[in-house]
């Protein structure tokens, strides 16, 4: 046997390897810029901060599988970010407490809400909500369309929502839904109002 095509086959499996080497490092780059540094997280307000507003909670009804809105009055702080965080853990109340129509453990919550870049919001939930979710397709994507369509029914400007289980991208909440990458706010819209209209 030659060696040149050895050399030649050598020299491809280098070329790939590089190419390899330099994707995984630019997706790595890409996930460190869209999740949030997680050292030192702000405080949130605690609720009853700020006045009480009328505002609007996406609601999601495992039987029969339907997304409402629910007008609620809040007290809510005037700070975007802790406004958001107030917003999702008036949602998750509505979910732990008795006799819900979404049932969620009491220990899920949402551990902080951050807006990363124009457009862009990330969740930052805990292991309680994603482990504690009814496992199945409709019931994980009532709890993403929900969360998501809180959030834009009463703060302008965002695009797309990415979310987090203790500060770590993972792929699903329990198996269904996927939340390995940011969700385009249009197409959650789309989902809402067929769910909103069953």
Known sequence: MSSRPFLLLLSCLFVLTIAMSLYVWQLRSHADAVAPTLAAPQAVAPP??????RVTLCVAYDNPGVLRSNSVSLPLSSERQRRAAELLRALLNTYSAKDSPHPLPNTAEVRNVYFVDPGLVVIDVNAALADGQTSGVLAEELTVTSLVQTLTANLEGIQRVK???DGKERSTLTG???????????????????????
């Open 163 to 165: 979310i987090l289980v």
């Open 176 to 198: 269904h839904a996927d939340v390995s990458g940011a969700y385009d706010v249009s197409q959650v819209s789309a989902l809402a109002k067929q769910l909103s209209s069953q």
């Open 48 to 53: 009853g901060a700020g006045p009480a507003k």
